[in-house]
């Protein structure tokens, strides 16, 4: 999506919203008997049949050169399974463990960088996931803040996407053979929250399977969700003061495939992810759960998740997986 892109597109939701409000148009017709349409049978999601992985890895940590189109540097940060006793702090340019991984896609809030998520996304990584991180040129710490550059993102994403799936067969690589190229999710927090929610709509990326939203708001992307179904999480503080927990309600409401809505009575926009706690712990346990379920098809995972949830009484679940 062109940079130029990001006004017009804003100006052509305005100009949808006009049109749907105008009055010249005549009256529809009104049926003699009124009928309820049949409900609508949610579309089953493409999880396949599995299992995921019983232990806990040690955590790489790696960087990953990517520039779209030429001015548009992306580098991308991966955290992954590696070799050596889990836990403890995550290891530059560690081995990868033997296996092929799941791949998860995030993208960082406004003014972030991926490595302020480093304690919730090595943690996945510790699960059995390959994580990547792009770091976006205008709104990351220290661009330029431009927030109309969000709408660029999620082809920022897909294209950092296909980059990190090369990996798989590029010869000498690390993650060479470690890819399962098959299953891949998206993920993002505030800004990233709407790059990730327009991966599923303005912005369809086919090649992701399900999607994690913190705290996101479908603003400039819209609620059109496209293509095969995709479960969705979306979690969100409901003292959130910065994206409205019902903007946040709302995008969930629009998608019409399995889904869930972890909410946090006490959760503020969301720096209970950037650090170690209890809010932390059941958000990290019941995100790992999911894409254990959405990406490995572990059926043991998707039951797990509302025990997760309910955990201290921190969160509730609204499960409509």
Known sequence: MPRRVAPALLAALVTAGLVGCSTDRPPAARPAVPVEPPPAATPAPRVPAGSAPERAFAVGVRQLKVNRGGDRPLPVTLWYPATGEAGGEPRRSAGAARGAFPVVMFS??????????????????????????PTFPRTSSGGDGNVLDVLNQPADVSYALTQVLALDTKAGDPLRGRLA???????????????????FTAARDERLDAGVVFAGTALGVGTAFAGAAAPQLFVHGEADEVVEYAAGRAAYD????????????????????????????????????????????????????????????????????
């Open 181 to 199: 190229t098959d299953r891949v999710a998206a993920a993002g927090h505030s800004a990233g929250g709407v790059t990730t929610i327009g991966l």
């Open 108 to 133: 960082h809030g406004l003014g972030g960088r991926p490595a302020d998520y480093e304690t919730l996304l090595s943690r996945w990584a510790a699960a059995g996931f390959v994580v990547a991180a």
């Open 254 to 321: 629009k998608v019409p495939w399995p889904k869930a809505m972890l909410s946090l009575p006490d959760g503020d926009h969301g720096r209970a992810l950037l650090r170690d706690g209890a809010a932390l712990r059941v958000v990290s346990d019941t995100t790992v759960e999911f894409l254990r379920w959405s990406l490995y098809g572990d059926a043991a995972a998707k039951r797990r998740i509302p025990t997760d949830a309910a955990r201290d009484d921190i969160a509730t679940l609204d499960n409509r997986l």
